[in-house]
């Protein structure tokens, strides 16, 4: 009992770290291949399949070489400065490692819930909604902006005194479990499981464009936090995967860049300045009203 309340290092942490972030890879790897051979014996293998696949992977090279060049320098300045007005100092222990996970998973869940509630959040979040396929290549399907918005949220858990290289190692642990997250091999898993945890098939019903699918299972590790603040669904029809309005091309740098394009454009023909900023933060699919037509009465005889 003793070892939960020890002194954890940052050099256990970075190691223990990079150990998660090489075998979630390499199981990753594993689940895809068990993915395609199951795509070929159904008779569902396609190149387009395929081009879809090889889309993921490079929207994850493109992601991540903007977030080594700008977003983990800002991380490490942001939650480095933020620290200096920690209101307490919370002792990096096993148990303190563990309570900061779950309040990652929390704080990913309100993040997780913006992106897809305001617009400009929504403008790098769809690219990881925009396949029409679920399979393991998914889960590396990434916007370009996706971790300025998790900076934002992930602050706090270092204002609150968690030391930034754990608030960093919680937030990806939250991610990194995810990964396995994105598959139809697991159908569903026993009763407790699935009443506690995110699982495959939430995170199926997450993907889908179904209209009783649509905004639901937030969730990153828990799902409990969808079944206390209303956002969860069950799956039970089979699944649509991708948007509403499909992006119909499997061209990376379309993928990647669609939502930002799709955002500028429907800015600059939005009329009234006041309207063109309510775009930026306004659900996804928000209209602004028309214009009302000053009525006349009718002519007397």
């Known amino acids: 009992m003793e070892t939960f309340f020890a002194t954890v290092s940052a050099g256990t942490l970075s190691t223990l770290e990079g150990f998660i972030n090489d075998w979630v890879v390499y199981l990753a790897i594993g ?3 068990i993915e395609l051979l199951k795509y070929l014996v159904r008779g569902k293998m396609s190149w387009r399949l395929l081009g879809d696949s090889g889309t993921n992977l490079l929207t994850q090279a493109a992601y991540l070489t903007i977030s080594y060049t700008v977003f983990y320098s800002l991380y ?3 939650f480095y400065g933020a620290h200096e007005f920690a209101l307490f ?3 990096t222990t096993w148990v303190s490692v563990i309570v900061c996970i779950i309040l990652a998973d929390l704080t990913y869940y309100w993040g997780h819930r913006f992106t897809h509630r305001v617009g400009m959040a929504w403008a790098t979040h769809e690219v990881h909604h925009s ?3 679920f399979n393991m290549s998914v889960a590396y399907r990434f916007g370009p902006l996706d971790d300025a918005w998790a900076i934002l949220f992930d602050v706090w858990l270092v204002i609150i005194g968690f030391d930034p290289l754990v608030a960093f190692f919680c937030s990806l642990f939250v991610l990194q479990y995810q990964t396995f997250l994105h598959t139809e091999i697991v159908k569903k898993l026993p009763w407790p499981i699935e009443f ?3 699982t495959p098939s939430h995170h199926r019903v997450h993907h889908g464009s179904n209209p009783e699918y649509l905004d ?3 969730g990153g590790m828990f799902i409990v936090w969808d079944r206390l603040f209303g956002t969860f669904a069950e799956e039970r029809s089979p699944v649509v995967y991708g948007l509403t309005r ?3 091309t499997v061209n990376p740098v379309i993928v990647f860049l669609h939502g930002h394009y799709d955002l500028l454009r429907n800015v600059v023909k939005t009329p ?3 309207n063109k900023l309510r775009r930026l933060v306004m659900p996804p699919g928000w209209e602004p009203p028309l214009p009302s037509r000053a009525t006349h009465p009718a002519p007397s005889d």
């Open 216 to 218: 639901r299972n937030y």
């Open 89 to 91: 100092e919370i002792e």
């Open 246 to 248: 499909q992006i119909g």
């Open 31 to 33: 689940i895809f291949a």
């Open 272 to 274: 009234g300045l006041g």
């Open 196 to 198: 506690v945890m995110n």
């Open 76 to 78: 490490g300045a942001v």
């Open 131 to 133: 396949s029409p396929n």
